[in-house]
């Protein structure tokens, strides 16, 4: 009762600008009292329940805006990268390397090598993508600039490739091999992104908080959209590998990309509204 008391005054505390001082001491005694009360509570199968149905899907709602902003950056730089490899495609050569470029020259995708090893490449899929996704989250400690380049080299790459496959009368099969498992591995690298900037903004932007507080405050947040993206980026990874590379029909590659899809936007933004 005290404990909540208190968060309550810190609260009032906070809405006054001249008591900064006070406000740093009361959230100190918090934070201890925190640890005191909590630190012998063990975590149960129903709290990974409930931040995967109701906390999480709250919290990307609430950072939807670095979500937003880390999904622009991708799509300014792929369609940066588009145009400059539509008016000049020598430039895919210095960005995807010339073993690439001759793969695609001859109309072959570069993903063949999937098929016969699926289980050993959804694993490296799946440890790839984590990597990406945390590097671009923890890049956020840069002020954001480290997240901004992981989101913006990204979307370069994607619209050189897109525009390559495209010249040479591949957007098919590039884009029937990428739908199915990137319309969730690229929501969950945007997340990431978001992650990474919500601590940029800690770090760069305290408010009334000292910076340090503004930053704990901001990484506590920024953890929460990360660990949401880990079994999203999971799927994503068994379907890069067991699904993407095959010979399935490519309407029900595109179909079952658009299910997906669905899927993921009703989770993220229907989830947990009962208890706003």
Not at 32 to 61: D, K, Q
Not at 97 to 124: C, F, L, N, Y
Not at 202 to 207: A, I, K, M, Q, V
Request: charged share 10%; net charge positive.
């Amino acid at each position: 009762m005290l404990y909540r008391q208190t968060a309550a005054d810190l609260a009032a505390i906070r809405e006054d600008r001249g008591s900064v001082h006070y406000a740093r001491y009361v959230n100190q005694l918090l934070v201890r009292a925190h640890n005191t009360i909590y630190s012998g509570h063990r975590a149960s199968p129903m709290a990974v329940i409930s931040f995967f149905t109701t906390t999480y899907p709250l919290a990307f709602r609430r950072h939807l805006r670095h979500c937003a902003l880390a999904t622009a950056i991708f799509a300014i730089a792929g369609l940066v990268g588009a145009v400059i490899t539509y008016q000049n495609p020598d430039f895919k050569v210095k960005l995807l390397g010339p073993q690439m470029v001759e793969t695609i020259d001859r109309h072959q995708m570069w993903t063949h090598s999937i098929v016969g090893i699926k289980p050993v490449a959804s694993s490296a899929i799946m440890t790839n993508n984590m990597s990406v996704g945390f590097t671009t989250f923890a890049l956020g400690i840069t002020g954001g600039l480290g997240t901004i380049y992981m989101m913006a080299f990204n979307g370069l790459l994607i619209g050189v490739i897109g525009v390559a496959c495209h010249l040479s009368g591949m957007s098919l099969q590039l884009w029937s091999f990428v739908a199915p498992h990137g319309v969730l591995e690229l929501p969950a690298i945007f997340i990431a992104g978001g992650a990474g900037l919500r601590i940029a903004q800690g770090l760069l932007f305290p408010g009334v908080l000292p910076r340090r507080d503004s930053l704990a405050r901001a990484g506590s947040e920024a953890v929460q959209l990360l660990l949401g993206t880990i079994p999203i980026l999971i799927i994503a990874g068994i379907i890069e590998a067991f699904v993407s590379p095959t010979g399935l029909a490519i309407p029900l590659k595109f179909s079952m990309a658009a299910a997906l899809f669905v899927l993921l936007n009703v989770y993220l933004f229907g989830v947990g509204r009962q208890s706003t």
